[in-house]
């Protein structure tokens, strides 16, 4: 570490603007933050509102934490409402001008560079723009990977081998070479940039790109999760891995947990405890959650067929309705007979996972969702959507055994769920819940994984080791010129 006469390393978290992104690159500027360092949070001003009540909790017990805010260059882009947050656009058709938006944050983020120097940046790994701002300075950067080596590791095998290109159909099992297990997929559970026909050539260029310009990879992840996958992406890659995770843990039991990711909204503190005090008349490991994250918008269809499946189970169960917005639905909770209770828009949901009553994790296995759940202890039942999920799932239920899948066997396409119909039927949901309610192996296995990632942030733990090599890393730099 640094000596007495040496200045704490200053070093910035520029997430992308939404809350999948944003939470957990929050938490990581307050991990290192409370190991010395002198952090800023870079957000747009709608995220900055959301996280800055953990940030600045942190400020006043004495760590060296602040949030800058960046106003995001909608109208520029053609982008109007005033919305500088993925979840937070009117419609899909939004999506475009957001992503211009975000990249013309890329010269505000470079003037703050020039104007507040900073000894390293942590930026997230969608944002190459972050990795080569102000290249004058010789920062240098690191590439927050917002998913797990695993997953990664599956990608990259896609991207530079192929395999999915020698299948007959989307539905025939491939094996991904070169992993240290036997992983297979299909093309129908594949990210969109590794599919036949897509423009992965781009996505490859990028992720290039990123390798390049990154001194190494910052993974919300432990070792007793994937070590032998942060083993191999470091080796693939040639990069060092700093396995920090799970960074929710940097959450305690009170305020930060409670608000985590609405901080200062209206409502959000009743809302916490109207869902803590309807759990708190559960008996334990009895309750389901449900939550499909922040981006997920499923057809009308599909989500009726989720909501009877769930009364179906027989299991009590809380359910996150991510969209707002969403139509009616038929009238679940009555068909659940008290067992259910119904969210709309927003849970505290790293409290709800701690949360002694509850006994399984219905989820879209994105990687925050995943972290989560194994630094709670809590079983997965797996319901990929898009992007990484499917591989996410594959290290959940086929390498850690901590999840069951719930048969989801394709995705839907980002931005055009509508067309995509009913992929897990009512029968098959209720099915899947009763099982991972009643596998006292599959528990066992998963509170196993949660004292694991609890150990790991401990002192001497794996996660500290790594958190610590990171700013011996960014010391040294520093010390010799980048």
């Known amino acids: 570490m640094w000596s007495s006469d040496e200045a704490a390393p200053r070093m910035y978290f520029i997430p992308f603007p939404t809350p ?21 949070l870079v957000l747009t001003h709608a995220n900055a509102a959301r996280l800055g009540g953990p940030v600045a909790r942190a400020a006043a017990s004495g760590l060296r934490i602040r949030v800058h805010a960046l106003r995001l260059p909608a109208e520029a882009a053609g982008l109007t409402g005033g919305h500088e947050s993925a979840d937070d656009l009117p419609t ?47 920062i240098p950067r690191y590439a927050f990977t917002g998913t797990g080596c695993f997953a990664l590791s599956v990608q990259r095998s896609l991207l530079l081998h192929t395999p999915q290109e020698r299948v007959a159909s989307p539905t025939e099992p491939f094996l991904v070479p070169g992993l240290p297990d036997a992983v297979r997929l299909t093309r129908s559970r594949l990210a969109e940039a590794t599919l036949p026909g897509a ?5 490859m260029n990028r992720m290039f790109d990123i390798e390049r310009a990154t001194a190494g990879w910052v993974v919300n992840s432990f070792a007793g999760l994937e070590e032998r996958y942060m083993e191999h992406y470091e080796k693939d890659t040639g990069k060092p891995v700093f396995a920090v995770g799970p960074v929710c843990l940097v959450n305690g039991d009170g305020d930060d947990v409670l608000e985590r990711g609405r901080g200062g909204e209206t409502g959000a503190a009743a809302e916490a405890a109207r869902v803590l005090g309807w759990l708190d008349t559960k008996p334990a490991r009895s309750v389901v959650y449900v939550c499909f994250g922040s981006l997920t918008r499923f057809p009308r269809e599909q989500v009726a067929e989720l909501g009877m499946g769930l009364a179906d189970s027989g299991a009590n169960f809380v359910w996150v309705i991510g969209d707002k917005n969403a139509p009616p639905l038929p009238d679940v909770e009555a068909a659940a007979g008290g067992r259910g209770l119904l969210v709309r828009g927003w849970a505290p949901q790293v409290a709800v996972l701690r949360h002694a009553a509850v006994g399984a994790f219905l989820t879209h296995c994105g990687w925050g969702a995943v972290t989560e759940a194994a630094s709670a202890g809590v079983p997965v ?41 009913v992929v897990v039927g009512r029968e098959k949901v209720a099915e899947r819940v009763r099982a991972a309610m009643s596998d006292e192996g599959l528990r066992r296995r998963a509170g196993e994984m949660g004292e694991r990632a609890r150990r790991a942030v401990e002192v001497g733990g794996s996660s500290y080791k790594a958190a610590g090599a990171l700013l011996d890393d960014v010391l040294r730099r520093r010390r010799h010129g980048g």
């Open 20 to 40: 999948g992104h944003a939470l957990p690159m929050s938490d990581l500027a307050r991990l290192f933050a409370s190991r010395g360092a002198d952090a800023t």
């Open 92 to 138: 899909r058709e939004d999506a475009g001008p957001f992503a211009v938006a975000v990249d013309l944050l890329a010269p505000l983020f470079a003037d703050l560079l020039r104007r507040h120097p900073a000894d390293a940046v942590v930026f997230d790994g969608v944002l190459p723009w972050a990795a080569t701002a102000a290249p004058e300075l010789g």
């Open 199 to 203: 423009d992965s050539r781009e996505f």
């Open 381 to 421: 039942v797996a319901w990929p959507v898009f992007a990484e999920q499917f591989y996410n799932e594959a290290l959940v239920v086929g390498v850690a055994g901590t999840g069951v899948g719930a048969g989801a066997e394709r995705g839907y396409v980002w931005g055009g769920e509508e067309l995509g119909g």
